[in-house]
């Protein structure tokens, strides 16, 4: 198992958020954390980078090693690539100044080296046509696809992307989706938060059902269609 939450708890303070999260991922899978707005699944992913929310109890194994308590630079080198909601690209630098930055992390990924500004640029082509742009006046669609680009810099062994097509325009939306099987035909290992289930359908091999800070459904996405009741319970706006 590459990644394994195990009964993992994690608090903003004194607010408890995360209340036993049991959650694995395997090389090679494409797995995703859905769930209502609230229900946790930024939290998990930050339970795992150690970045802003801390983990109270369980543990989060990454290649056999406990990531509790590691800073959040620390877990990138081990091998995790995070693309936050908030895409967290340099504002201020251009799209290539952005692509430079990442490299001082590099190598900690199997496959170290791939991934170079060159190929990033393919995955995305986007990226190769502003170059000089600044990352400020990119599209949301452009911005993650160079926050998406930079973790990639890192050579990570897993991704972990929360609702990367979230805001975007369907057409935007659509390259991502594409980009992440390519990625995911190359190898690269995915967790990813999702609203929309019919992007869950294109991209998942299997996914979690996130709800009040519990996994409430576990399983592949045909055995989720099956259950019309989990939709119903746990994704549909509450009315
Ligand atoms: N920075 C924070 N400080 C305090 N509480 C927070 C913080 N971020 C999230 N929470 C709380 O943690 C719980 C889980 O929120 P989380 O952001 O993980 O949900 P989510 O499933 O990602 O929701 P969304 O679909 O809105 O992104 C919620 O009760 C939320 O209010
Ligand atoms: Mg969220």
């Known amino acids: 198992m590459m990644l394994e939450l195990a009964r993992v708890e994690a608090a903003y303070g004194h607010a408890r958020a995360l209340h036993g999260i049991d959650l694995v991922v395997d090389e090679g899978e494409v797995v995703c954390i859905v769930g209502r707005n609230g229900a946790g699944k930024t939290s998990t992913l930050r339970s795992i980078v150690q970045d802003l929310i801390t983990v109270t109890g369980g543990s989060v194994r990454f290649g056999g090693e406990d990531l509790v308590g590691l800073a959040p630079h620390e877990v990138v080198r081990r091998g995790i690539g995070y693309v936050p909601e908030d895409r967290r690209v340099f504002a201020s630098l251009t799209v290539t100044e952005n692509l430079t930055v990442p490299r001082s992390f590099a190598g900690a990924g199997a496959g170290a080296g791939y991934w170079t500004p060159a190929r990033v640029e393919e995955l995305f082509p986007p990226l190769a046509e502003f170059r000089g742009r600044l990352a400020g006046n990119l599209s949301g669609g452009q911005q993650q696809m160079l926050s998406i680009a930079r973790s990639l810099l890192t050579n990570p062994r897993m991704l972990l992307l929360d609702e990367p097509h979230e805001g975007l325009a369907p057409l935007v939306a659509r390259s991502v989706v594409e980009a ?29 059902v996130v709800d009040r800070g519990r996994i409430v459904f576990s399983g592949t996405v045909a055995e989720f269609d099956a259950d019309e009741e989990i939709a119903r319970r746990y994704l549909m706006v509450a009315g």
């Open 180 to 208: 992440i099987g390519r990625l995911k035909s190359l190898g690269v290992s995915m967790l990813l938060s999702e609203q929309q289930l019919h992007l869950v359908h294109e991209t998942a091999d299997r996914l979690y």
